[in-house]
């Protein structure tokens, strides 16, 4: 190459050389935080993160402790099995909508609910049937806890006035960000 033959080209290329391989030491050696990829300090949020604040949440969950992800999960679960046909809901999706406050966007649509026969749910819509749940934490193993994640199953009981008692276990994650929000959320029927 006749470009780098010459001592000009060489010092050229040299020069190239060494920004080049001053840039990538500056790149590396950098803190993670200019990134905001990382979370030293146990909050939810990735360093360097603007965190918008969230707002209040609608009754009856306006005096949620959202700094308790036992309480938020709770609260989550019942919103989930709060059906209410009698007064006009037309399955368990309207329940979860109206859980949607305590969900993030993600889980929310991400959610499939416990599933009711369609002509179970007729009838009940038909009495104007009450339905009531009771949840609790389960007992079992589970992930251990974080500063920013809590996990746990949910067994929860529901009863209406045909079909017996249903019962389903949800699986449930509570992330830190930077209050306790339900991050993901699974019903299986039992």
């Not at 990538?24 to 360093?47: N, Q, W, Y």
């Not at 609910?113 to 389960?138: D, F, G, H, K, V």
Request: proline residues 9%.
């Amino acid at each position: 190459m006749p470009f780098t033959r010459n001592a000009r080209g060489r010092r050229i290329l040299a020069a190239v050389a060494l920004a080049l391989t001053v840039a990538a030491l500056a790149a590396c050696s950098r803190g993670h935080e200019d990134f905001g990829e990382h979370d030293d300090h146990g909050t939810g949020v990735p360093s360097g993160a603007t965190v918008a604040t969230l707002p209040p949440l609608p009754a009856p969950w306006a005096d949620l402790n959202r700094d308790n992800p036992e309480a938020v999960a709770l609260a989550a679960v019942a919103a989930l099995f709060d059906w209410r046909p009698a007064d006009g809901d037309t399955g368990p999706e309207s329940a979860r909508d109206r859980a949607r406050p305590l969900l993030t966007p993600r889980a929310a649509d991400s959610y499939r609910p416990y599933q009711i026969p369609r002509p179970l749910w007729e009838s009940w819509m038909n009495t104007r049937a009450t339905i009531t749940a009771s949840s609790a934490i389960s007992s079992e193993q589970h992930p251990a806890d974080t500063e920013v994640s809590w996990q746990r199953k949910i067994t929860t009981h529901v009863r209406g006035p045909e079909a017996g008692d249903l019962t389903a276990t949800t699986l449930i994650t509570v992330t830190k960000q930077p209050v306790w929000t339900v991050t993901a959320v699974t019903t299986l029927p039992s």
